[in-house]
């Protein structure tokens, strides 16, 4: 059973595909965001990023542990799209959007599926 990537561009995805966060640490994306949120947890951010709540289009997002702040950016990072990714001494973690295929979890470190769960895990960004 093989896992097929494929990037999410923002869309909602479809049918047997959920939707995905692939996250890479100490890293963020250079390109403004096209909203901020202040005070949030992750799994908040991965719901507003999955949501595109307040009309925001969002493919990807970065999210600040110590100051708890989501910044939602319309722009795929590499190599997903053509927004360069730069390494940060600060605690932040890029997740870039993509669709899989299936029902999966995977740990922390490589995926965080986004599912309707009250779960407090921080182990995975499930809205909430």
């Known amino acids: 059973n093989t896992t097929e990537f494929r990037r999410a561009s923002g869309a909602v995805c479809v049918g047997e595909n959920a939707t995905t966060y692939l996250r890479s640490e100490g890293t963020r994306l250079m390109e403004f965001a096209i909203h901020s949120i202040k005070n949030v947890t ?8 999955s949501l595109r ?9 970065e999210y600040d542990a110590r100051s708890q702040e989501c910044s939602i950016h319309a722009e795929d990072g590499q190599p997903f799209g053509a927004s360069v990714l730069t390494k940060t001494d600060r605690p932040i973690a890029f997740f870039q959007q993509v669709c899989v295929r299936g029902k999966i979890m ?11 769960s009250n779960s407090k895990d921080p182990n995975f960004a499930t809205p909430q």
């Not at 709540?53 to 997002?61: D, L, N, P, R, V």
């Not at 470190?109 to 986004?114: A, E, I």
């Open 42 to 49: 992750l799994n908040m951010c991965a719901n507003a990023c």
């Open 53 to 61: 709540s307040e009309g925001h289009e969002c493919s990807s997002f």
């Open 106 to 116: 995977v740990s922390k470190k490589f995926l965080h599926k986004v599912k309707v």
